[in-house]
């Protein structure tokens, strides 16, 4: 059975940063894509960044770009995203996700492409 754990979230100040960690189990996390989402109170799961299996391709979300960083460490079956500059819209719960592919294809940014999530970890950022 496929799992995983997300941690690191917390309560930071604007400006400030976080390291998301998603923790794999079950599977070859190696071998596939994985994403990182977010769900704002009130609003609808988005995608963020997502990184392919070797994690030599990574992808963001605009909102995002230049602030935030994925990576991953297939060593240690460990995927990380480091949230720097944090701003209040970047509060919600942050889900980790992996795919059935080791690389991009056409709708890697929408949930259907990703197969297993995580429960998600809270992001709040103060003003």
């Known amino acids: 059975q496929v799992q995983l754990v997300e941690s690191g979230g917390g309560l930071v100040q604007a400006g400030g940063s976080l390291r998301l960690s998603c923790a794999a189990s079950?599977?070859?996390?190696?071998?596939?894509?994985m994403g990182w989402f977010r769900q704002a109170p009130g609003k609808e799961r988005e995608f963020v960044a997502a990184i392919t299996a070797s994690g030599g391709i990574t992808a963001y979300a605009d909102s995002v770009k230049g602030r935030f960083t994925i990576s991953r460490d297939n060593a240690k079956n460990t995927g990380y995203l480091q949230l720097n500059s944090l701003k209040p819209e970047d509060t919600a719960v942050y889900y980790c996700?992996?795919?059935?592919?080791?690389?991009?294809?056409?709708?890697?940014?929408?949930?259907?492409?990703?197969?297993?999530w995580g429960q998600g970890t809270r992001v709040t950022v103060s003003s």
């Open positions: 079950g599977r070859i996390f190696s071998n596939y894509v």
């Open positions: 996700a992996t795919a059935s592919r080791p690389y991009f294809i056409p709708g890697y940014k929408t949930e259907s492409f990703y197969a297993y």
